[in-house]
């Protein structure tokens, strides 16, 4: 290990790690970024995005041309080895002179980390990236042998049954995915829906597909035990019992602070993760931290931005604040669900001012010709066309958002949105025709009205 002191010191290898370790070594900074694990990547790249989306779609083929899904599995671990392969980041880090050490570091003091092979490592600041792991229920009966999203690609093959605890876009996304390959799956869901951070009223309409689809989803479902024998599992709830091969809890995310001794360097933290202000700067006035492990919206596109500010305001002397952008998220069910700002729910207790506008899949030249016509784009906007929040539940709904991002960003209305030329035939064609009542509307405006009669004379 190269005994010099570093300018900055990442601990962790994940989205947010990474993202800051190339940031920082692009501006010269002397850069180390220590990961535990002994891969680069974290949770997105081996055991979250990448394999749940190969899944995914395995499971779509197998569900649209009743190919087989016997091989799924070990085609969903190739094709996370490939996504490694085609990663330009370990290339980026040698190319800036990042070191990468794969050890376990724990904090001596602020300006110190004390790594698990007795050596010491000192940095002048630091920026902590080490992500969130799966939350376990303190549930009667729950023993070793049951599946997190981290141990389920380790399958050998896809089970004959599965109960998964927890209907959130982890579990969602798990369970439909192996249903459409043959496996016999149980959905358990606390509250009244699934997606319960998604706009209501799409997220309803989700529920209704994936249980007319054969999912057995079972909502309001109060766990009372748990217990494992040699045939599998038995979740006991208050009127019925249901079995499972395997089961998966799949109830949220923690951050990783065990073990990083922070209480020696300064920095507080909570049951929800690392304190952070609105620089990403935690307690401690030369320590920084991003991605899951600060507690905000767990995803890799929000860790990513948040480790490129957190490498600008350790590195430099003016502050930039972090802009979530209405932290837009996506589920990558079929239909795919996406989100972006507020909800109707949000808005009304807010006492905002707004108006919803929609336009279904059904009435889209692109989505008919495919034959994916479930779901629509939903719109809510203030009178005058301000984007409050975009829901979309459809075809390619990650996709179509990006558009609504970006508007919403820019301060774009409605008006724009509709009077952009948009390709003809594609799915996008739904997001312009949601703003046509706004434009119905306004023509329905007494002004409006008036002036469009003196215009004629």
Request: aromatic share 6%; glycine share 10%; charged share 25%.
């Amino acid at each position: 290990m190269n005994p010099r002191n570093y300018d900055l010191a990442i601990i962790g290898g994940g989205a947010a790690g990474l993202v800051a370790g190339v940031a920082a070594g692009a501006v010269g900074a002397r850069t180390v970024i220590v990961e535990k694990e002994g891969r680069l990547g974290g949770e997105c790249s081996w055991t979250g995005c990448v394999p749940s989306k190969a899944l995914l779609h395995q499971a779509s083929i197998a569900f649209k041309y009743g190919a087989s899904g016997a091989n799924a599995m070990e085609t969903v671990r190739n094709i996370m080895q490939k996504a490694s392969k085609a990663s330009k980041a370990s290339g980026l880090l040698e190319h800036y002179g990042v070191d990468v050490l794969k050890d376990s570091p724990a904090f001596k003091d602020r300006n110190t980390l004390q790594l698990a092979g007795g050596q010491n490592l000192k940095a002048n600041k630091f920026i902590i990236c080490t992500g969130s792991s799966s939350r376990v229920p303190e549930t009667g009966g729950l023993t070793d042998g049951y599946l997190t999203n981290k141990e389920v690609w380790d399958l050998p093959t896809q089970p004959e049954s599965m109960l998964i605890i927890g209907g959130g876009p982890i579990g969602t996304e798990l369970a439909q995915a192996f249903h459409r390959l043959g496996t016999k799956v149980t959905l358990l869901q606390s509250r009244d829906r699934l997606l319960p951070r998604d706009d209501e009223e799409l997220a309803r309409e989700l529920t209704a597909l994936l249980t007319a689809e054969g999912i057995n989803v079972l909502l309001n479902s109060r766990i009372q035990k748990v217990r494992k024998d040699e045939r599998g599992w038995t979740v006991t709830l208050d009127d019925k019992e249901v079995t499972g091969q395997h089961l998966l809890v799949a109830l949220g995310r923690q951050a990783n602070t065990e073990g990083l001794n922070l209480e020696a360097a300064g920095v507080k933290y909570d049951l929800e993760g690392i304190n952070v202000n609105r620089y990403m700067r935690t307690s401690a006035r030369n320590i920084w931290a991003a991605g899951d492990c600060t507690g905000n919206p767990r995803f890799s596109h929000i860790a990513e931005i948040e480790a490129k500010a957190a490498v600008r305001n350790a590195l430099f002397p003016l502050n930039s604040r972090i802009n979530y952008q209405g932290s837009p998220w996506a589920t990558f069910t079929d239909p795919e669900l996406a989100h972006l700002g507020l909800t109707e729910e949000e808005c009304r207790k807010r006492n905002y001012r707004y108006k919803v506008y929609s336009q279904a899949f059904a009435g889209d030249d692109r989505a008919l010709t495919d034959g994916e016509t479930k779901g629509r784009v939903k719109i809510i906007a203030s009178p005058l066309g301000r984007l409050l929040g975009v829901h979309i539940l459809g075809p390619r709904a990650g996709e179509l958002i990006n558009e609504f991002i970006l508007a919403r960003r820019k301060g774009i209305r409605l008006y724009d949105i509709g009077t952009t030329v948009h390709v003809y035939p594609t799915l996008g064609m739904a997001a312009q025709r949601a703003t046509d009542d706004w434009f119905s509307e306004i023509g329905e405006k007494p002004l409006l009205k008036l002036l469009m009669k003196l215009a004629r004379r």
